[in-house]
C-alpha cells in the first residue's frame, strides 16, 4: 500500500541501429531509428506541475493502429514540483514513497517481443529502481516484461531497458524513487521487432555507453 500523501502532488531493436544526434537531456538514444514505424518517442520534460500529465516533447507512432487502450501519460507521485534545471522538475523526498506511473500507448502490431529504453535525468546519485508491474501487463496485455537493466551514465543520467513478449497494445511501468532529489526528464523508446535480440540490444547499448562514458571522463559535469 502506498504510504499517506502528505504535501503530494498526485497528479500525474533486424532493426537500424541508427542513434539520432542527442539534444541536451536526451543523453543516450535508443540503438534504433525512432523513424522505424514500430516505434515510439515519448518525452517528459515537466515544464508544467500538473499529473497526470502528457508528453511535453516528441510523441510518435503512439496508437497508430488505434489501439485506444491507453492515453499516454505519467502519473507524479512525488513531494512537489521544483525548478528542475530551469524549466521544472519534480521533487521527492526520503520518507515519501515517491514514483512515477506510466501508461505508454503503442503502435499494435502482432510482433512478439518489444524493446523499452528509458532515459531519466536527475539531480546526482539519486537512487532509482523500474517496477515493470508483471501483474498488471500481463493481466491487461497478456504480456510478461523480461528482466531490467539499469546502467547509470554519469551522476545525473540513468538508463534503464527490457524487453517485453509479446508486444502489447501499451505498456505500463513505475519509476520509484528512493532518495531525496529531483527528476528533470524522462524520455521513453519503445520498438517492437520479429525475433528475440536481448542480447543483441544489450551489445550494442553497452557499446554505446562505453563510448559516451569515455567522452563525459574527458569533460565531466554534475550541472543538472
Known sequence: MRKPITVCLLAAFGLMLVPATAPADDFAPPPWDRAHPNAVTAEWEFSAPASPIAPDGPLTNVGVKGS???STTATIFASGWGAGDGDG???????????IYFEVDNVVDLEPVKH???????TPGLALGIDPLFAENFSVFGSTPGSISMIPHGPTSTIF?????????????????????EIDQIV???????????LAL????L?????????????TSTDF
Open 68 to 70: 485506444g487502450t491507453l
Open 89 to 99: 522538475g519534480w521533487f521527492f523526498a526520503p520518507d515519501f514513497d515517491g514514483s
Open 116 to 122: 523499452m529504453w528509458v532515459q531519466v535525468t536527475h
Open 161 to 181: 531497458f527490457w524487453d517485453i513478449f509479446p508486444n502489447p497494445a501499451a505498456e505500463v511501468f513505475t519509476l520509484h524513487v528512493f532518495s531525496t532529489g
Open 188 to 198: 521513453v523508446d519503445t520498438i517492437s521487432i520479429p525475433e528475440p535480440s536481448t
Open 202 to 205: 544489450a551489445a550494442f547499448g
Open 207 to 219: 557499446i554505446g555507453l562505453a563510448a559516451w562514458g569515455w567522452r563525459r571522463k574527458r569533460s
